[in-house]
């Protein structure tokens, strides 16, 4: 099994940003961890970061033909991007929406999200454990799926 | 470690409610495969459903004493209930607020949720995983408690 | 045939509270004369009033095997309950709401029935009678649902 | 007695028009029916339909010093009127709003209605028994009327 | 000079309905004095009233070659018609609205008026003088316009 | 019978100010001409203007014992001002609200009037005509008053 | 092929009415480019104005069963008619929603379009253009709908 | 005379709940204060704390044979409860709504009440001594209703 | 101990004005009963009103260094004044904000307060009650500032 | 002449995305089409597809020396991007706004486009033909406003 | 040249209200920095502070004769004035509004500015700087307005 | 030191786009005589333009190592950009928010700011001049953070 890790604007400087509300844990250490967790479970995990929309939405599309399933911490573009969610829509493989913070317990405009209502399912809050608890939703999604394909 | 899984409205239907939405498995089906779960990882898992808003708060005033943190599926609840957000917001101990279906795929009023700004996190729309999921979460935030305690 | 008359909270005191709007006829004189209609009719009816959202939940789902229709005069909850609505949803027999009165031309919350989506049909604003009509269209009601499942 | 039966725009289409929501009975074969059970209380129905907004306002007006009640199915002006809301206030015999489907269930549009707060009572969602029940409804409302007019 | 006095739904039972809120002075009455006041000043006056939104726009598409001047009482109209607006911003003399009650002392939906924007100006809430108010008003405005013309 | 007109904040600028919105009239020419129309009937017309809202509150107050009637142009504080609204409401004398320009055909919080459901009527959109009609309709309100005092 | 040309209030007045908005070109000068066009495609048109919106709702009930398709321009009634809703959901054949002018390029409510979501698509903002657009567009959908349902 | 102090859901915890919000006193403390202060004005206190909507409703229509007034802290479900709503304006004694903390200086959700608009009156921000203000409120309301009925 | 009791607009006409809304007890009566009460406790009471809310601003503004407490009655600038929020979050005394009428239960506007966020707590309903708990509070509020300090 | 045809987001994936709402045919296919059409009249077209809303925006600014109008499917960017709506604005060549589906029946916010009224009219819901009708619209804009500057 | 410094209410109390908000220096050091910077240039600086919407008013229609520019921190009454808008509409020099505080990182209702659509510009966030980019501005303004008049 | 100036989409254009709102002046002017100004101060000013979200973006992220201070004209995506909000709030120098045009005076949509409640301040209205104000606002920003680092 493959699984993509696709991360949003600003993503990249975690660990240095806003550290009172997204933690002092870098993305390349999650990167890791997540590769650990994959490789004993015999899954392999690419995971990339971009700043750019429309980098995310090609990415996205991409993953269609090359993963099983996608975790998705779309940062900013989480609120306002039809275009993602457009792809995820277009896309058939389990997408799952990940966040570090508890999106709920901060601004209005980050209660809402656009690409939700056609994710797998969402997981927020946990800080780093958001990554890990996504790799088993995204694993869950995946085989769920496999299954309802060879019947 | 002690964990209290807390269920709401009419989840006493699961595996017979609505099935198109809510899937097969019954309550029962999923506390069993919890408590397994728990007891490979050496918890104890406490397993409750109830239709009323002020039972539901009694048991979680009450858990603040005997239980190291709270998975909580608060069904129709979760969108109405100021009540069980004052108690979340009582109690210290971590509580996770897990879905069944994705609440954000559905009508409108079931994308807000009234306990979410004050519990640790939320995982919805994996089906009985959800509560899977939300065990692991309830685990994590609850040994992040402890080391902050111990410091 | 068996059909359930709920009553939601403050309609026992009906007669004496607000007869301005809600009109002078106990709960009592109105279940004595549901129940003449109803034995004319060759129907049985069950009469329950509760002020607790809990156990008008628990009520309703208890009728799905017991009922082949609910008249339902949810009062307050109307307005407000999602966990009536799921309820509602879960079991498969007809419910009717009822209103005494015309609840459309009152406050604006009460224009709001969280309810209605879900049930079969509507009846509001005439008093008693609301409760004798009712009957009538959960008989009819349950009626067509017997002739689709003889189908 | 004499009670007036009204059918707003597009209700000459009942039976053809999107029978999913509407049903498969014809307006001619409701009018049949109406009759007959009218017939059979001694009382005497008057059967209209018209696509004109202004032509429903007339004849709402006219029915003031012939008829005893009116059964009233506005269609699409129940949901955009004030004519109509303002005939139905200026009148003083009951009118009874009714409809086919269940509008609650339905587009947000169609949740409001104009007319409601001057009607004395809604009945909604029993496809052809709407107008049986709205004919009971007219009746026990213009007795009470000549009741109290008789003091 | 000629003007149009033009009337809305409902207004040919004034005095009749609602006389709480609208007077018990009648159409007719108020049209023989309007007639006189016309006369008075060497004016004529046309008086015309219907409940058709369609027959009102064409009384207003024709009015544009014949008459000065409008008064405007559109009723329940008011709050609804963009036909009505289109058809006073299409025809080039002047058209002033008026209304019997007060009614930005009502229902909130009556406080909106689609037509204002494009009228001269408005009268309200002066009883049968809003219909004298009014006549004032576009003799006033009816030779404004001609001063322009002349230029 | 004594009648004051009262105006608000900027209407001393009139005739300077925007005066393709508010016309070239002074303030000044419009009280001339109001005072010969006043003479003309046997009405004694006060005229008044302030920049300050307590103010004119104060002088409101003031009228009840010694007017018959207020034509009222508020200007910008008719938008906002509830401190005004309580005094016309305290008051027992008729306020007719005038506006000289057309408020519905600007911008939306111009088409709000906070004044407006305690005022006898309003009157708008005919520039300095405004003031004339406005005096005709407080003398018909105050003589309506004097009638129903007199009975 | 057949095709209904329907037009609704104020459209009579074309040419005359704010030649800024609308253009110079009349009623009478489009229904003869539009037929030169549709005879020069072996197509019937047929072309009809009304104020009425009862009697556009009227015109396209009938045209269920004489046309392939209908262009509409449901002018002022585009933004506020459920009852031309209701008619074109009921006809089967497709509907095209045309517009003058650029609708939301203008007031907030013509931005708003009770029958779009009803139609088979839109064209708005190419003057006359909009009509022989439309056309073609009715024709497509036209032999799409035969296509369907020759298989 | 005899007064009822009702609370609300998660009043129990009060003194350890949140004490930066609602301060360290606990509820037994204020109860016994309570208690002393109605002693000393010969009226007696009945004390009492439900975290069920339903028990409350129960509660307050039985307090209508029963007291004189009614001191009111209904927490969480001020904001939400229709049900409390209706039975406070179902029994006819005073009703006296307090809070602990400044609810208008907290969540927005906290700044509507569903139940002041049938209290008597509002006191809100006192800590502990909005109860002992409430008391006094509830003693001069209850005088004042006394008088009433003496006339 | 000193206290400063302002009133804002249109109070000076208490007693006077709609004494259905506000009681039949004039300013000056509650002005002399307050100074009782406030004598009895060892208290100075100064007591004042004006219309302009700009005066009230600077009153507020000088009682900083004057006063212990302010019992405040804002009448209509409660619900629009920005000035005296800011006004009141200047100074660092104790602010009770009181209404004569049971604010809640009025028109919309009078349920928002402006000043309820930075005022200690609000009493409202009890009419001239209302100033005499709003004493007996702003002593409370007085002495728990001074311990404060004094630690 | 030439034209300019601009595909925003996931249009790439056409034939493969969710063919229930956007059609078998291939973005491929659909240019090769559009060709062949605008070879047959002399006129030739540029084909553009891009994930990202910069590169859009920046096509779009240099088409304004090269082509004499755009056919622009913005897909998901047209609900939300000002600065393409800004870039429409500043280039002085007519832009058409199409839409492959009909926008107004699908979810709330695709009915809002933001750059709807800097376009020159719009065409929606015909799916591959909204293109080929859509350079219709191009070459009559661009004709309309040659001629404008022969003038 | 002249300017105008006008200041709101509260700003008297700066330095001492809120400094964590406002900061600690008083308007009296501003005044005598700005006066020194206005002098190096050769400007004349007029600095008032008044609690009074009217007086604010008043001296706004006084500068028009007197001064060449005004900066203007209205403070609260920056969202609630309509009067302070016109009084700037209606005279013909520049106006700055400024800010001390970052007006839209606070409350909702200071995000809005009643007056910012006719000021010149806006400066806010700098603290006391933001005068002295105030003053700049309305010199650069008053500049390019003369360069304008003497064209 | 060193300042960075951002400019958002659609800037370089200027002078050539929509001249009546933005002015004459092109981007490299702005750039040249912003150098100027700054050589002139000792200061270091770097120039940039992008009509991607992303690439200005990853130039805020960039600055936090490089400058002192941001010039920020976000142009449209100041209105929707969550990214650029997140860049701005996680680095750490002062971020300037600059307009050409006043956006409080034009479309609704433009009135709001995504970024300005995480920038220093906010300068708008001045055209070119807002440039000039900014770098000035930046500097003294800038040493504002150097005082209090070195403390």
């Known amino acids: 099994m493959k699984v993509l890790c696709l991360n949003g604007p600003n993503l990249n400087l975690l660990g240095e940003r806003e550290p009172g509300v997204y933690g002092a844990t870098t993305l390349e250490t999650i990167r ?19 700043n750019s929309e429309g980098e995310l939405v090609t990415w996205l599309q991409e993953s269609r033909r090359k993963y099983d399933g996608v975790v998705l911490n779309a940062g900013a573009y989480t609120h306002t991007s039809v275009a993602l969610r457009d792809a995820i829509a277009a896309i058939r493989i389990p997408v799952i929406e990940i966040h570090l913070s508890n999106v709920h317990a901060r601004e209005d405009f980050r209660k809402q999200s656009m690409i939700a209502p056609v994710c797998s399912g969402q997981i927020s809050g946990f800080g780093p454990d958001s990554y890990f608890l996504g790799l088993e939703a995204a694993l869950k999604c995946a085989q769920a ?7």
Do not use: I, P
């Open 32 to 50: 890791e961890r997540l590769e650990e967790q994959a490789a004993a479970r015999g899954v392999e995990v690419t995971f990339r970061q971009s």
């Open 145 to 151: 799926c496999k299954k309802n394909e060879d019947k």
